[in-house]
């Protein structure tokens, strides 16, 4: 199965995205292969904003229909924001991962650990290699 | 190696996702659990059921043989055909399995097991078998689907001849009856797991692929067991090894209504259900709905005046849009209760299941 993964972002082999944003912060999604998987996504939590993150840390949950699931922060930093329309339509993370499904956004974030992350074509192999 | 039903490769073409149920590879879905679960409520969707396990029950003395091995009694079944729920008790009372127990005559019988428990159910029924003179079959040349919603009934009936489409559509709830087609091996009853009208089907498993794919064609929705968890838990219906095992009793788990006390006959388990409701039954099964945002999970702490309980199932209600549980807490919790999830402790409020039937809410939101 084919999943969408746009060139301009970077992931992890946990299946988060990761986008630059022009003022320096990095906003952070599953990826749509996770969506997938996950199945019909019913409620996110997404963690506060002000709460500093390693790299690697649980700390948002996705509920799918028939569980739950951890996304893991790709990069240390400080919770800028988190997507509030999610509070009411959990399902954009189904229609939309790249998009209006984002999770939440991190401030102060290291550069070069940002271009550390896999890039496309890396998560693309990543893909290719753990298929069924 | 994980079991697969006649219908395996089937699922497969038609883009399920399989996961291990009980030893089975069976759909979870075939694409939109939501989906599969709307088309229940609504129209009418189909499950491949033939993990679980029919077991016929043959002999002059069956009657009385059930009647001891069974907490409910099937000497209510008066007319031909009618089906029971029932647990399956070992001494203590605990349950073994939940089952549904068909009558064809005085002398036999068929019982309907879930598959993970198909095997242990086997050995102790056919070691209590033996003093009766009773035949224990496991039927394993049988395959078994499912067809459940509003519109169930008329849409698969359409695809019978005509003397069996009269016949089955005549079918009482929760009853059922061998179909001529097949030379009398399939037999159909309005039976079910999803708090819809419907029908579950039994036929010779060769023949399963060519129903399957005539009720597909017949526009009934295929749907995978994450549909058929979230139509059975807002339909108030216990999912074995989940809501009820052998640490429970049916007095525990919301199931006092299949045991009959009444008329007085020795079953296995009575004495000790008795002597458990002489002292009083120490815990409840009771529905929750979560107050707040977020989803109830099976083994999440409910907290209560009365002490501390534990969800036994729970999930997001697609029809609802709130999410709903089973949990097992103290005889005298009572409202207000809140369940720890993940570390965070959220409101919720004990409801009388079913949640949902006949696709209406049954409960105030």
Redesign the interface.
């Known amino acids: 199965m084919s999943s969408n993964v746009p060139a301009e972002l970077r992931y992890t082999k946990s299946h988060e995205w990761v986008r630059r944003n022009p003022d320096g912060s990095v906003t952070v999604g599953i990826t749509d292969h996770a969506q997938h998987a996950l199945g019909d996504i019913v409620f996110a939590e997404a963690p506060d904003a002000g709460r500093a993150v390693a790299a690697g840390e649980a700390c948002a949950v996705v509920e799918s229909v028939k569980a739950a699931s951890d996304v893991y922060s790709p990069l240390a930093g400080e919770v800028a924001g988190a997507n509030a329309a999610l509070g009411e339509t959990p399902e954009l993370i189904n229609t939309d991962p790249y998009g209006a499904g984002w999770l939440f956004t991190l401030k102060a974030v290291d550069a070069a650990a940002v271009d550390a992350l896999l890039d496309a074509a890396a998560y693309d192999a990543f893909l290719e290699e753990t298929a069924e | 190696m994980p079991l697969e039903t006649p219908l395996h490769a089937r699922h497969r073409e038609l883009g399920a996702?399989l996961v291990d149920f009980g030893g089975w590879d069976m759909p979870?879905?075939y694409g939109?659990?939501?989906e599969e679960h709307h088309a229940v409520r609504r129209d009418a969707g189909m499950f491949d059921v033939s993990h679980m396990r029919a077991v016929d029950i043959a002999g002059e003395r069956a009657t009385e043989f059930l009647r001891q091995l069974l907490a409910n009694d099937v000497a209510r079944l008066s007319t031909p055909g009618k089906a029971l729920y029932s647990c399956l008790l070992n001494d203590a009372g605990g349950v073994l399995d939940d089952l549904i127990v068909y009558h064809h005559d005085a002398r036999n019988f068929r019982l309907v097991v879930n598959a993970g428990t198909a095997d242990k159910d086997l050995a102790w029924i056919a070691a209590r078998a033996a003093p009766f003179g009773v035949a224990v079959t496991a039927r394993g040349d049988l395959a078994m689907v499912a067809v459940q919603g509003p519109n169930a009934r008329q849409k698969t009936a359409a695809l019978l001849p005509a003397a069996d489409r009269d016949a089955a559509l005549a079918l009482p709830v929760f009853a059922g009856s061998a179909l001529g087609t097949l030379d009398g091996r399939a037999f159909i009853a309005r039976t079910g797991y999803t708090g819809e009208d419907g029908f579950e089907i039994m036929l010779p498993a060769e023949h399963v692929l060519d129903l399957w794919n005539r009720l597909l064609a017949a526009g009934i929705r295929p749907c995978g067991l994450?549909a058929r968890?979230?139509l059975r838990l807002e339909a108030g219906m216990n999912l074995y090894g989940n809501d009820m095992s052998e640490a429970s009793t049916p007095l525990e788990s919301g199931l006092a209504w299949t045991v009959a006390f009444e008329p007085p006959r020795e079953f296995i388990g009575r004495s000790a259900l008795a002597a458990q409701r002489a002292a009083g039954v120490p815990r409840k099964l009771v529905g929750l709905l979560l107050e707040d945002?977020?989803?109830l999970?099976a083994h999440q702490p409910v907290l209560t005046a009365a002490g501390a309980g534990e969800i036994t199932s729970g999930?997001?209600s697609?029809t609802l849009e709130r999410?709903i549980a089973l949990a097992r807490v103290p005889a005298g919790a009572a409202d207000p209760v809140e369940v720890d999830i993940?570390g965070k402790r959220l409101r919720a409020r004990i409801v009388r299941p079913p949640f949902v039937r006949n696709g209406k809410a049954l409960i105030s939101l």
């Open positions: 996702r979870l879905h939109s659990q939501i994450g968890d979230t945002k977020g989803v999970r999930t997001y697609p999410s993940r």
